[in-house]
């Protein structure tokens, strides 16, 4: 697995400059991000859809919404939201540097309040990497607003293998929220889900009703 991975690295092309700064950056500050093949993943499928609408929830130092914006096509719109101005204000500086910043929506606000009254509907693509206790209810709230055939994309599935261990008394409220939270995902009536073990494990859900 081991060979693999480092097979898997060293084929791909390196990643945009801007996104390579921003891993050590978030690194340096333990700022949590995306895994980099998870940011592959999102850049891809937004290619593929031509996603030109796409909602975030987390922003951190904005390595995932910057994977997007650089595929979006021309006047695409991403609206990331998450309630830390600190975090943002950095994220905001790589948007300025990538010439991506007229493209992409800071809101500062926490992510159930906002979702509760949001006014963009037809959504391409939601991201969800944010509090994980809270995630069923960004589900709940996100999926009305994609088109038919948008796709939900939720990181951190698995939190470092800990949601596949045998449930225990010492479990944290992460780990037993997203157990709950996978199991709604892959059987929601409006999706066609799936979870890959990629990254932190990654999410992947069609809107197909």
């Known amino acids: 697995m081991e ?17 390579l ?18 940011g592959r993943l999102l850049s891809t499928l937004v290619h593929a859809m031509q996603a030109n609408r796409i909602l975030e929830i987390g922003t951190a130092y ?26 943002t204000e950095v994220a905001m500086t790589y948007f300025k540097r990538a010439g991506e910043d007229d493209y992409i929506e ?19 693509i939601v991201f969800i990497d944010a509090n994980k206790t809270e995630y069923a209810s960004y589900l709940d709230l996100a ?13 951190n599935c ?11 008394k010492d ?3 992460d780990v037993r929220a997203m157990r709950a939270s996978n199991e709604y995902f892959l059987r929601h009536p ?12 990654t999410g992947i859900g069609a809107r197909v009703k």
């Open 3 to 19: 060979e693999t991975r480092h097979y898997l690295e060293a084929v791909h092309p390196n990643p945009h400059p801007l996104l």
């Open 21 to 38: 700064e921003l891993e050590q950056h978030g690194r340096k500050d333990g700022i949590p991000i995306v895994a980099r093949d998870t």
């Open 62 to 87: 904005g390595y995932s919404t910057l994977w997007m914006a650089l595929a979006q096509p021309p006047a695409g719109k991403i609206w990331t939201v998450d309630p830390d101005y600190d975090r």
């Open 106 to 124: 800071i809101i500062n606000t926490p992510a159930l309040q906002l979702l509760e009254n949001f006014p963009q509907r037809n959504l391409d």
């Open 143 to 155: 999926i009305p607003m994609l088109k038919l055939s948008g796709v939900v994309v939720i990181d």
């Open 158 to 168: 698995l939190l470092d293998g800990r949601v596949a261990e045998p449930p225990g």
């Open 171 to 173: 479990d944290s409220d």
């Open 190 to 201: 409006d999706l066609d889900a799936t979870i890959l073990p990629l990254g932190d494990g």
